[in-house]
């Protein structure tokens, strides 16, 4: 089956940059998804197709794709970006794949 | 709008059946493409895919969880159907339904429900 491995957890200041990795074997060959999910909530799409946002995602929120990691970046991070990140991708074997999850906190 | 609900018992014994319910609109799922699909969160943990139904009633399940899952679709009252038999524990979860748009490996879960917590007890 395939997995993919996130950080437990990144800490980023107010206004710096946080990268959440997502790492799988090749993972570069397949379209990675991104959900934000904060406490008591549903998972809201943040990135989609490694790189693109939906409409109402602000430009923050980017993504990129190589090799056997993708990462999220969001840049200029708010206090209200604190939740838990999750990749997903669509594989031949096991269908749909989400990540182990992590936890970003705003110092 | 794209709005999905999903409803069902909150509480179930061992070896039951589980069966919920998802309610959307803003979408119809004879709509060429589209698929409505499942997955649940156990408490503090990760995100597990379950299932996922197409238009055409194609249906795709979670391997490991194949052999205890049906998922059925009712697109005049645009409804989907889990039902996931011998219920453990361990399958305590709350349980989300959400909507892909295509088929393809590059369409995500875009719309998710608000998702129902399912506990399993005696």
């Known amino acids: 089956s395939y997995v993919l491995t996130q950080p437990p957890s990144v800490s980023v200041a107010p206004g710096q940059t946080a990268r959440i990795t997502c790492g799988g074997n090749n993972i570069g060959d397949k379209s990675v998804h991104w959900y934000q999910q904060k406490p008591g909530q549903a998972p809201v799409l943040v990135v989609f197709?490694?790189?693109d946002r939906p409409s109402g995602i602000p430009e923050r929120f980017s993504g990129s794709n190589s090799g056997n990691t993708a990462t999220l970046t969001i840049s200029r991070v708010e206090a209200g970006d604190e939740a838990d990140y999750y990749c997903?991708?669509?594989?031949?074997?096991?269908?749909?794949?989400f990540g182990t999850g992590t936890k970003v906190t705003v110092l | 709008q794209i709005t999905l609900k999903e409803s069902g018992p909150t509480l179930v014994k061992p070896t039951q059946t589980l069966t919920l319910t998802c309610t959307f609109s803003g979408f119809s799922l004879s709509t060429s493409g589209v698929g409505v699909g499942w997955i649940r969160q156990p408490p503090g943990k990760a995100l597990e895919w379950l299932a996922l139904?197409?238009?055409?009633?194609?249906?795709r399940y979670s391997p490991s969880l194949k052999s205890r899952l049906t998922i059925t679709k009712d697109t005049s009252k645009n409804q989907v159907v889990l039902t996931m038999t011998n219920m453990d524990p361990v399958d305590t979860a709350t349980y989300y339904c959400?909507?892909?748009?295509?088929?393809?490996?590059?369409?995500?879960?875009?719309?998710w429900g608000q998702g129902t917590l399912v506990t399993v007890s005696s």
């Open positions: 139904i197409y238009w055409d009633d194609d249906k």
């Open positions: 959400a909507h892909r748009q295509e088929e393809g490996s590059g369409w995500p879960f875009d719309y």
């Open positions: 197709d490694d790189s």
């Open positions: 997903q991708v669509w594989d031949s074997s096991s269908e749909h794949v």
